[in-house]
Structure formats: C-alpha cells, structure tokens
C-alpha cells in the first residue's frame, strides 16, 4: 500500500511542478513590469494616453464624408468613366476622344459629389465618432472607404483639367489629395495609417499624370514640386503602432471573467502585446533605410521566442500588418522622391533645353533613395530619362536593364506601354547590370519633347507656364 502511495504522490508532484511549468511557459511577461517599462517610455495604454485633442466642428470633415457616404447610398457613382481613364496611365488614357469625353460627363454629372469632396478636403482634421479602442476590423471605420474615394475623384478632376490645358488648376486641385491622405492619417490605427498611404499614392500618380500631360514646363513642374515638398505626412507608422497597442489592450478580455481566466490568459495576453509591441514602436522610429529590416527582426524575434504560446496568438496575427505597414511607410516615401525628381528633371529641360546629366545638376541636395540611403537612381534614354529606386529590382530586373520592373519602383518620361526598355542615351549612366553604353558626342538636336522644346540646337527653350 506505501508503493502506492509513494507512486500517487509522485505523479501528483510531477502534475503539480508541470503545472507550474506551464503557467510560466503561459505567462513569459509579467504584466506591471511590462506597463511600467510602457510607461516610462511614454508609450500610451490607453486612449486618454493618445491626447487625441478635441476638434471644433468646423474643422473636422467627418460629418462631410458621411455625407458622401450617404449620398453614395442614394445615387451611386459610375465609377467605370473614372477607371478608363485612369487605368494605364492618364496620358495615354485620355488620348482617346471616349474616354476623355466619358470622364467629362462623369465628372461634371455630380457636381453633389463634387462639392462634398471638396468640403472635406479643405478642412484641416479628420476625427470619427466612436470608441477607438474597439476597432477591430476595416468594417469599424466605413467612412475610411470613402477617403480613399476621394482621392481618386480628385486625381480624374485633375487630370481632366490637365487635358484641357489648365495646368496650374490641376496642380492645385491635385493638392486636394494629400489633404485626403492627411486626414486618413488623423486616426490613430494601422488601417488608417494603410488607408492614409494609398490616398497619398493616388495623389503622386496624380501628380505624375499632370507632369506626363505638361512636357517639360517649368512652371508646372516647380508647382508640383512646392506641393510635394509642402506635404506633411501628418501620421507615421510609430503613431498608428501606439494606437494598435491601445486597441489590443481594451479588446483583450473576457465577458463575465474576473478571476483565473483573466489572470492566466487575458494578463498574460496583454503583457505580451505589450512587450512585442512596444519593440515594433522603437523599430518604426528607425531612419528609413533601416525601418522595414528592423520590424522584420521584431517579428522573426517573436516567432523564435514565443513560439506556440496561446497567448501569443493575437499578437502574432498583427505582426504581418505591423510589415506591410512598414514597406508602405517606406514606398511612399519612395514614389514622394520619384515624382518630384520627375518633376525637376523636367523643370531643368525646360530651362536649358537638355536633361540634366546628374539628378544633383537639377535640384541641389539631390533626392535619394529611401530604401538604400544613396542618391536616387537616374539615367537618361532615347529622347527621355528615367528615374528609379533599386531596392525594388529582383536581381532579374537588374540583369536585364530594368525592362520588368514595378510601376512603383520607377518613372520613365516620355511614358510608354511598352515594358521593354531602348537602348540608353550616350552619357548617360546604366541600369544595374545592362551592358556597356558606347561612348560618343551627344547629338546636337533631336525631335522635341512632347508638349516642350526641341532639343538643344531647335529654338531657344521657353519656360512654360500653368493654364
């Protein structure tokens, strides 16, 4: 009977140190510690911690998009004129008679849309009603839908008006549209900060359409270039992060549960959100280069150490979003850069009646390329240039000069549909891995460039100047 006993107490001993053993396999933060580490690097926990300030009605245009959106319940908007005419790249979209009079008549068909998006966009805030520590999905905010909406109205009434020859109408409409990414930014989630960054790349490709539309006009050019450079941002990846960690502190618990459940789960969950979270804020506040490399650490850090814990869980669900709002944070930056040196490339043709042989020949300092830290990539082909960011090319893009290469990776000028790449113009420097460029003089004229002056040897180069 004592072998028994012995045997019972034993396992019992065993159960109880396992027990143990997998409360603290459960339970890896402690959740005070955690909040006071939070705390003392002023990392909010709460929503009174985001100092959300209070907006005056008159500035705020949440009420405008409601009314946008309800609007668009009753009548809804043919999109179909908008995307033909956007799909592909305005300047050759609207090359055709259709598609530029489908647009028109879209466009100056609601005229009640119109006033709304314009409504909203002058004003300089955007706050929803609601709890925002109850955001769990995209559905929470619908009215977000209706921002990036906005912004593509926007880019259609801008390059219609580029159509027609109103250039400087179109750059200041277009400016309408980082307002838009603006307000999208203003709530303090990653869905917002995602929302926010597609807005803001609408309004470059905008941007880009007018400056493909112009040709080499000077005026229109630097038009572009002060509204980018006057561009705030506004909300950034390291707001959106702390926003997220105050969510996933109020979405953590269980109805009707105060005791061991709260304790031995809930607790736990929120000290590893916290913890992990808390890492991905300070890798969001790296310089840009390093950003997308430093969230990815934070995430292959987690999977390591976390690895199959329940209460790590909902964490790890975020981290995907926490990488793709990373590469976003980056992009944006990176197309920001490509269009205004687009747009400085075209200014200095313009002015001299040739293209620059360096991007730091047309803007001093020159642009650089967010992803590498290094200046921005530039080469001059055919009759045009093209300017590009490398982190974005496969070593197969490279090899082969650039001819596949993402739409958000590079700006070529002329545009073409083609995808393929000519030969590159002699003095200027190749793509990654193309062959060797001959060496020659420069050709002393050539045909002119759409919508501006002939190369150097036709007439003297005019300036230009907005519709």
């Given at each position: 009977?004592?072998?028994?006993?012995?045997?019972?107490?034993?396992?019992?001993?065993?159960?109880?140190?396992?027990?143990?053993?997998?409360?603290?396999?459960?339970?890896?933060?402690?959740?005070?510690?955690?909040r006071?580490?939070?705390?003392a690097?002023?990392?909010?926990?709460?929503?009174?911690?985001?100092?959300?300030?209070?907006?005056?009605?008159?500035?705020?245009a949440?009420?405008?998009?409601?009314?946008?959106?309800?609007?668009?319940?009753?009548?809804?908007?043919?999109?179909?004129?908008?995307?033909?005419?956007?799909?592909?790249?305005?300047?050759?979209?609207?090359?055709?008679?259709?598609?530029?009079?489908?647009?028109?008549?879209?466009?100056?068909?609601?005229?009640?849309?119109?006033?709304?998006?314009?409504?909203?966009?002058?004003?300089?805030?955007?706050?929803?009603?609601?709890?925002?520590t109850?955001?769990?999905?995209?559905?929470?905010?619908?009215?977000?839908?209706?921002?990036?909406?906005?912004?593509?109205?926007?880019?259609?009434?801008?390059?219609?008006?580029?159509?027609?020859?109103?250039?400087?109408?179109?750059?200041?409409?277009?400016?309408?549209?980082l307002?838009?990414?603006?307000?999208?930014?203003?709530?303090?989630?990653?869905?917002?900060?995602?929302?926010?960054?597609?807005?803001?790349?609408?309004?470059?490709?905008?941007?880009?359409?007018?400056?493909?539309?112009?040709?080499?006009?000077?005026?229109?050019?630097?038009?572009?270039?002060?509204?980018?450079?006057?561009?705030?941002?506004r909300?950034?990846?390291?707001?959106?992060?702390?926003?997220?960690?105050?969510?996933?502190?109020?979405?953590?618990?269980?109805p009707?549960?105060?005791?061991?459940?709260?304790?031995?789960?809930?607790?736990?969950?929120?000290?590893?959100?916290?913890?992990?979270?808390?890492?991905a804020?300070?890798?969001?506040?790296r310089?840009?280069?390093e950003?997308?490399?430093?969230?990815?650490?934070?995430?292959?850090?987690?999977?390591?150490?976390?690895?199959?814990?329940?209460?790590a869980?909902?964490?790890?669900?975020?981290?995907?979003?926490?990488?793709?709002?990373?590469?976003?944070?980056?992009?944006?930056?990176?197309?920001?850069?490509?269009?205004?040196?687009?747009?400085?490339?075209?200014?200095?043709?313009a002015?001299?009646?040739?293209?620059?042989?360096?991007?730091?020949?047309?803007?001093?300092?020159?642009?650089?390329?967010?992803?590498?830290?290094?200046?921005?990539?530039?080469?001059?082909?055919?009759?045009?240039?093209?300017?590009?960011?490398?982190?974005?090319?496969?070593?197969?893009?490279?090899?082969?000069?650039?001819?596949?290469?993402?739409?958000?990776?590079?700006?070529?000028?002329?545009?073409t549909?083609?995808?393929?790449?000519?030969?590159?113009?002699?003095?200027?420097?190749?793509?990654?891995?193309?062959?060797?460029?001959?060496?020659?003089?420069?050709?002393?004229s050539?045909?002119?460039?759409?919508?501006?002056?002939?190369?150097?040897?036709?007439?003297?180069?005019?300036?230009?100047?907005?519709?």
């Amino acid at each position: 009977m004592n072998r028994w006993k012995i045997v019972l107490l034993s396992l019992l001993v065993i159960l109880v140190l396992a027990g143990i053993g997998l409360l603290g396999w459960m339970r890896p933060y402690d959740l005070e510690t955690e909040r006071k580490a939070a705390r003392a690097a002023g990392i909010p926990l709460s929503e009174a911690d985001l100092n959300l300030v209070v907006l005056p009605p008159g500035e705020n245009a949440a009420k405008d998009y409601q009314a946008l959106q309800a609007l668009k319940k009753r009548q809804p908007i043919d999109d179909s004129a908008l995307d033909a005419a956007t799909k592909g790249g305005a300047f050759f979209a609207l090359k055709n008679p259709r598609t530029a009079a489908g647009l028109k008549k879209a466009i100056e068909s609601r005229p009640d849309v119109a006033r709304l998006v314009h409504t909203a966009a002058a004003k300089p805030h955007l706050r929803f009603p609601g709890d925002r520590t109850a955001v769990l999905s995209p559905e929470d905010f619908p009215q977000l839908a209706l921002v990036r909406e906005a912004a593509k109205w926007i880019r259609c009434e801008s390059i219609l008006l580029a159509h027609e020859g109103r250039f400087g109408e179109a750059v200041k409409n277009q400016a309408l549209g980082l307002r838009v990414a603006r307000h999208a930014a203003e709530e303090p989630n990653l869905i917002a900060y995602l929302v926010s960054r597609a807005c803001e790349a609408i309004a470059m490709q905008g941007f880009k359409d007018i400056l493909e539309m112009a040709g080499p006009n000077a005026s229109v050019a630097d038009a572009v270039r002060r509204e980018i450079a006057a561009y705030d941002p506004r909300g950034d990846l390291t707001r959106g992060l702390k926003g997220e960690l105050v969510q996933s502190q109020s979405k953590l618990y269980l109805p009707g549960s105060n005791g061991f459940g709260d304790r031995w789960f809930i607790e736990s969950s929120k000290a590893v959100s916290i913890h992990w979270t808390a890492r991905a804020i300070e890798a969001s506040s790296r310089p840009t280069p390093e950003r997308i490399m430093a969230i990815e650490v934070v995430k292959s850090d987690m999977d390591r150490e976390m690895g199959f814990r329940p209460t790590a869980v909902l964490t790890s669900m975020m981290m995907p979003v926490w990488a793709k709002a990373a590469a976003a944070s980056v992009q944006s930056e990176a197309q920001r850069t490509l269009v205004s040196a687009m747009a400085s490339v075209l200014a200095y043709r313009a002015r001299h009646g040739r293209y620059p042989d360096s991007l730091s020949s047309a803007v001093s300092p020159g642009p650089v390329d967010p992803y590498t830290g290094k200046p921005l990539g530039y080469t001059r082909e055919g009759i045009g240039f093209f300017v590009f960011v490398e982190q974005l090319m496969t070593p197969e893009e490279a090899r082969d000069g650039g001819k596949r290469l993402a739409a958000e990776s590079i700006i070529r000028y002329p545009p073409t549909k083609a995808t393929t790449t000519g030969p590159p113009m002699p003095g200027g420097r190749p793509m990654p891995g193309s062959p060797p460029m001959p060496i020659g003089p420069a050709p002393s004229s050539g045909p002119p460039m759409p919508g501006g002056p002939p190369m150097p040897g036709g007439p003297a180069p005019s300036g230009g100047s907005p519709q």
